[in-house]
């Protein structure tokens, strides 16, 4: 057998492994995209406009604020000032992910830069630089792409007509994937360390509805991890 | 207007997953810093599914019939049990849908 017959199959399944991995997400994504096209349309923007949102800018929170702010009317450097606020984040997922990223082509770093959401850092992130699969991260990440713009196509097309599948808590199907890719991830104090302090602060600085709160817990958990390895090697 | 302003607000997204991943950009980390970003995995996950738990409805909710709480447990036991993330996923947003809907 040619090793090209060999590569073939193995790209594809890895492809097809990466997509499957990301189906809880890409499902629990659904109700947020039938909102983001329902809601751009609410809002005034043409069908076209709302469907560029998520097929260009691919960015859920920063997509349901940037809809808000066309409606109001603000001007574009409010616009870019709020972006860059709510998009700060993937800053660290970039950071995170230059060792596995940082070495392939321009075209996979195109690529896989630009579909480098929340989920696709889930599904990707906790991977060592030798697991890492270009592959298996396209699958997932062109995978999720796909749904998010049906999603939205679906919600410009019939908005007013879906039922609010927002009360079903399919939501959960993050918090159900994230655990577990954490769990298993938890095999010395200074992860556990790192775990605990993101999810106290995460929740403390939620309820108090504080602006940022999700970096500043990732960044805090990440803080305090070092902390205890630092500790923990010194004793 | 509203076609460029979207034009816009992509390239700055593109920008921050992008900048990192550009070899061509002089950044050495210190070791410290490398050590911290081991974490930010972990870290981020726990900060994105932690109030989805502890506070579905934006408010601070810890008892016996909070469906979320229930589940995540149960999938922290699934997991670390079995290993296997689709069937963490499945079984746990399964049971999660029918108290979640049908019970509670």
């Given at each position: ?175 159900a994937t994230f655990i577990a890719l ?21 929740v403390a600085l939620n309820l108090i ?16 991890g070092y902390l205890a390895e630092t ?5 | ?104």
């Open positions: 057998m040619n090793t090209e017959v060999q590569i073939m199959p193995n790209r594809h399944s890895l492809f097809m492994q990466g997509t499957i991995a990301m189906i809880p997400l890409s499902v629990a994504v659904i109700p947020w995209g039938l909102l983001a096209g329902s809601y751009a349309i609410e809002s005034g923007l043409s069908p076209l406009e709302s469907q560029a949102l998520s097929a260009i800018l691919f960015a859920g929170s920063a997509q349901l604020v940037a809809t808000g702010m066309i409606k109001a009317g603000v001007g574009l450097t409010t616009m870019l000032l709020t972006t860059l606020f709510i998009t700060s984040r993937h800053f660290l997922y970039s950071v995170s992910m230059r060792d596995k990223i940082g070495k392939l082509p321009l075209r996979w770093r195109l690529a896989l830069g630009y579909l480098l959401t929340d989920e696709l850092f889930a599904i990707s992130g906790n991977q060592s630089e030798q697991r890492f699969e270009p592959w298996y991260a396209l699958g997932a990440g062109l995978s999720f792409y796909l749904c998010w713009n049906l999603a939205t196509l679906i919600g410009i097309v019939a908005g007013s007509y879906i039922p609010a599948l927002n009360e079903l808590g399919l939501e959960f199907a993050v918090a954490v769990i298993p991830n938890i095999k010395n104090s200074p992860t556990l360390v790192a775990v605990l302090v993101a999810l106290v602060l995460s509805q504080f602006e940022g709160a999700l970096m500043i817990a990732s960044i805090g958990g990440m803080l305090a500790i923990t090697r010194r004793a | 207007m509203t076609l460029l302003a979207i034009l816009a607000m992509a390239a700055l997204v593109f920008f921050s997953r992008y900048v990192f991943l550009e070899p061509k950009l002089p950044l050495r980390l210190a070791p410290q810093i490398q050590s911290m970003l081991g974490y930010s995995g972990p870290a981020v996950l726990t900060a994105i599914l932690a109030p989805i738990v502890f506070a579905p409805e934006d408010e601070l909710w810890v008892a016996a019939d909070n469906p979320y709480l229930l589940c995540a447990i149960l999938a922290s036991v699934i997991i670390y049990k079995t290993g296997n993330v689709l069937l963490t996923t499945v079984l746990s947003m399964v049971i999660f849908l029918i108290l979640n809907n049908l019970v509670f």
